[in-house]
């Protein structure tokens, strides 16, 4: 699977895209079918302390491609929660595609 990293109003980090990184990797193992990631870091002006780091994730399948967003705090906790959302939305795509 190829990752690809963005940034907006944030500073690249290599902690950030490590986490991502397995994680995604995780997800591509569980579900051979994605062939990319696109993750977005970006950073909002919020008027709750809960919220305004923002972790956006893309992936291409075949078929249509699956979009998570969260945003808390920090990114690591938006990371696992649009990955969690991910793997959800990935396991009704697999299920779609048994019952074909």
Do not use: C, P, W
């Given at each position: 699977?190829?990752?690809?990293?963005?940034?907006?109003?944030?500073?690249?980090?290599?902690?950030?895209?490590?986490?991502?990184?397995?994680?995604?990797?995780?997800?591509?193992?569980?579900?051979?079918?994605?062939?990319?990631?696109?993750?977005?870091f970006k950073t909002e002006n919020t008027t709750s302390n809960n919220t305004g780091k923002i972790c956006n994730i893309r992936l291409s399948l075949p078929g249509p491609r699956i979009f998570a967003e969260a945003s808390h705090d920090n990114f690591k906790d938006s990371i696992l929660e649009s990955i969690n959302d991910l793997e959800r939305q990935l396991r009704k795509v697999k299920e779609k595609m048994k019952n074909h």
């Open positions: 699977m190829q990752i690809i990293f963005e940034y907006h109003d944030v500073k690249a980090s290599s902690t950030l895209e490590e986490t991502a990184k397995n994680k995604l990797e995780e997800l591509g193992t569980k579900f051979d079918m994605v062939i990319r990631a696109d993750v977005f």
